[in-house]
Every structure is written in C-alpha cells, then in structure tokens.
C-alpha cells in the first residue's frame, strides 16, 4: 500500500477507533459495515493518491474475516509534523450532519497524524502484518514512490464504539497538509449495523 495511503487510513481508523475515555464507549458484540466506497478528493495533481482499494465481503462482519488489496502513490517525502483534518458526517431524517469533535474523535483536525502512528505502533517495534511481510511502513517519514498491498487476509476483533456512533450512514473525509498544503484527500463513505 502507498505510504501515503497507509498513513491516511490508519490515521483515519485511528481517529475514528482511538479510545479518548472508555466512558463514552461501548462494547459492540457484532457489528457489520455495509457499502463502503471511497474516492481521492484532492486536486488532479496532488501527491498522494490512492489507485485502489478493494475490501470484501459486502458486508464486512465484525468480528470477523476481511480481505482487502490496495495500491497507491505519493511523489513527496511524507514526514512528521504532517496534518490531518478529518470531517465526520452522519446522515438524519435526509441531511448530512457534521459530527463535533468530542474527546479527540469526530470531526478533528490533528496536529501531526505521525505522532499518532508512534502511538499506535511504537518506534522500534515491527509493523503489524501484513505489512511487515510485504515492507511496507507503517510510520513516517514515508518515502516519495509507489506501493501495493496484494490482496490479504485480516481478522477484525470486537471493537468498542463511542456512544455516538450508532446505526446509520456515515461519510469521513481525511485531508492530509504540510507546511500548510494539502498533500492528499481520502473520502470513504459506509453504514454501520450493530447489535
């Protein structure tokens, strides 16, 4: 997968799934994600840019199986502070709602979406798989050039939702910017089902 493309959805997932207070989560015992799609939304010439991104099955179960391939490009050196906006929008009764950001989660702009993934995954500890088997990195800086992820298999544990988000339609937008210019766009939209 794309330096870029990596950095963008796990920070993206991180933003979304990152704990901030257990207290305002909840454990969801299944939960299915239907419908996802996405497309680039930066301008034809931005850097970083994601070519493909195939996720199956349709549903996704969670818990459960996913397979998924990517591949992606980015022609600059993506390197710390490096900034994220991420707009979070649910759909009401036909209108799209922008969802605050509450407790670090929503619609949030992070300062440095770098210092996030050394949170998830520390310096000096090995990517997780399968990014580690195909070299692909999994924290900046992340070098200019093109990358893959052949089709893998991952397993999705149960997961712990804010409370906020429940059932419904959801559209995230993540807007990756350094040295206050925009470098890629990502908008992925989805619906969540949970019990």
């Known amino acids: 997968m794309d330096r870029c493309v990596t950095l963008t959805v796990v920070v993206l997932v991180a933003a979304v799934l990152s704990p901030a207070d257990c207290s305002s989560f909840r454990r969801v015992n299944k939960a299915q994600i239907l419908g996802f799609d996405w497309k680039n939304c930066g301008q034809p010439d931005a850097p970083a840019v994601l070519k493909s991104l195939n996720l199956s099955p349709d549903p996704i179960a969670i818990p459960g199986d996913l397979t998924a391939s990517a591949s992606g490009s980015t022609s600059v050196e993506l390197a710390a502070p490096l ?59 992340f070098k200019a ?11 999705l544990p149960q997961v712990e939702l804010p409370y906020w988000l429940t059932n419904g339609n959801y559209r995230v937008q993540g807007v990756l910017g350094s040295g206050g ?15």
Not at 120 to 141: A, M, N
Not at 145 to 155: I, N, R, T, V
Not at 181 to 195: Q, R
């Open 83 to 141: 900034a994220v906006n991420v707009t979070m929008e649910k759909e009401v009764a036909g209108f799209w709602v922008k969802i605050p950001c509450v407790e670090e989660l929503g619609s949030c702009h992070y300062q440095d979406g770098c210092d996030i993934l050394n949170q998830l995954i520390p310096p000096g500890q090995d990517c997780p798989e399968p990014l580690h088997t195909y070299g692909l990195p999994c924290r900046c800086p």
């Open 145 to 155: 050039g093109s990358y893959s992820l052949p089709q893998s298999d991952f397993y």
């Open 181 to 195: 210019k925009e470098i890629g766009c990502l908008k992925v939209a989805l619906s969540i089902h949970s019990d």
